[in-house]
Nanobody
Framework: QVQLVESGGGLVQAGGSLRLSCSNS????????MAWFRQAPGKERDFVAS??????????DYADSVKGRFTISRDNAKNTVYLQMNSLKPEDTAVYYC??????????????WGQGTQVTVSS
């Protein structure tokens, strides 16, 4: 069973930075991609970024709204994926969820989810 635990959320002023972490403490075999989604109150869960990998390479994908500001990366030894968020805007305020066991930009494409971590950006 894949078990995802997020950390790193908090309150930050506009223009600031945060780094989210997602650790997989369960099964890692067969997990070749992880992603971040976010959900603001009253809105759908939206794709933020994903990273997929093989033995020799990795690929990243970003939503247009975060491209150039957010960076997704992976530490294989720690079974952890990070989301570095720079130049944060109030519209980035949401609960951020880590996902695994799937691929792509649709939340329905993932089987495993973390509990979520709140990110609040004040203006």
């Amino acid at each position: 069973q894949v078990q995802l635990v997020e950390s790193g959320g908090g309150l930050v002023q506009a223009g600031g930075s945060l780094r989210l972490s997602c650790s997989n403490s369960g099964r890692t075999s067969g997990v070749w991609a992880m992603a971040w989604f976010r959900q603001a109150p009253g809105k759908e869960r939206d794709f933020v970024a994903s990273i997929s990998w093989s033995w020799t390479s990795s690929n990243t994908d970003y939503a247009d709204s975060v491209k150039g500001r957010f960076t997704i990366s992976r530490d294989n030894a720690k079974n952890t994926v990070y989301l570095q968020m720079n130049s944060l805007k109030p519209e980035d305020t949401a609960v951020y969820y880590c996902a695994a066991g799937g691929l792509g930009r649709k939340s329905t494409g993932y089987d495993y989810w973390g509990q979520g971590t709140q990110v609040t950006v004040s203006s």
